[in-house]
């Protein structure tokens, strides 16, 4: 069993940063990607970034440049610093791990808007 916790959300002005994080327990691959995901009010949810290692690592094209994904083995955490934020970034952010099963977490809400 895998649970996930997200973590770092909040409010933030145009053109600000945010980090999130998101802590997984159980049984977590090194070798199987993390991702992030968000959705906004009324749309569908979508993938964000994914990582399996430094020098692996995709990005959807809106946040391409500005968003940065990681993970920390040792810690079982993901990251997602995200800089140069912009209100259609408004989401609730998710962290997700596929082993057979889907996993996701419970979300943390990133507010941009001045």
């Known amino acids: 069993q895998v649970q996930l916790v997200e973590s770092g959300g909040g409010l933030v002005q145009p053109g600000g940063s945010l980090r999130l994080s998101c802590a997984a327990s159980?049984?977590?691959?090194?070798?199987?990607?993390l991702a992030w995901y968000r959705q906004a009010p009324g749309k569908q949810r979508e993938w964000v970034a994914s990582?399996?290692?430094?020098?692996?690592?995709s990005y959807a094209d809106s946040v391409k440049g500005r968003f940065a994904i990681s993970r920390d083995n040792a810690k079982n955490t993901v990251y997602l610093q995200m800089n140069s934020l912009k209100p259609e970034d408004t989401a609730v952010y998710y962290c997700?791990?596929?082993?057979?099963?889907?996993?996701w977490g419970q979300g943390t809400q990133v507010t941009v808007s001045s």
């Open positions: 990582v399996v290692s430094a020098d692996s690592t």
């Open positions: 997700y791990y596929r082993f057979i099963w889907d996993y």
């Open positions: 159980g049984s977590i691959s090194r070798f199987n990607p």
